[in-house]
Nanobody, 126 residues
């Protein structure tokens, strides 16, 4: 069992940057695949980025590739999402997710992740 707590959201102007953090408590998150999803008002929850455990391979949605970077610090049980060149369309609630069954791989399917944080709001003004 692992609990996830996101932080780092806020209001930023277009072109700015934010870094989201996802702190895991309980069982060590170093053996979990970790991911970020986001949900804008009235829209479905969408995949943003993921990082596997074991080999630390990463995956990004096309909409954020080249602007966002996912990373993990296993010593701190924390996963980060560095978001640069933010756009108004990046406005959403960002959720951290974890799964302990995927080994050396990730998934873009939210239903493959068994643990979720409560979300953190990111608002990008134009």
């Amino acid at each position: 069992q692992v609990q996830l707590l996101e932080s780092g959201g806020g209001l930023v102007q277009a072109g700015g940057s934010l870094r989201l953090s996802c702190a895991a408590s309980g069982r060590s998150s170093s053996s979990y695949a970790m991911a970020w999803f986001r949900q804008a008002p009235g829209k479905e929850r969408d995949f943003v980025a993921a990082i596997s455990w074991g080999v630390d391979s990463t995956d990004y949605s096309d909409s954020v590739k080249g602007r966002f970077t996912i990373s993990r610090d296993n010593a701190k049980n924390t996963v980060y999402l560095q978001m640069n060149s933010l756009k108004p369309e990046d406005t959403a609630v960002y959720y951290c997710a974890a799964d302990r069954f995927m080994v050396a791989r990730t998934s873009r399917n939210q239903y493959n992740y068994g643990y979720w944080g409560q979300g953190t709001q990111v608002t990008v003004s134009s």
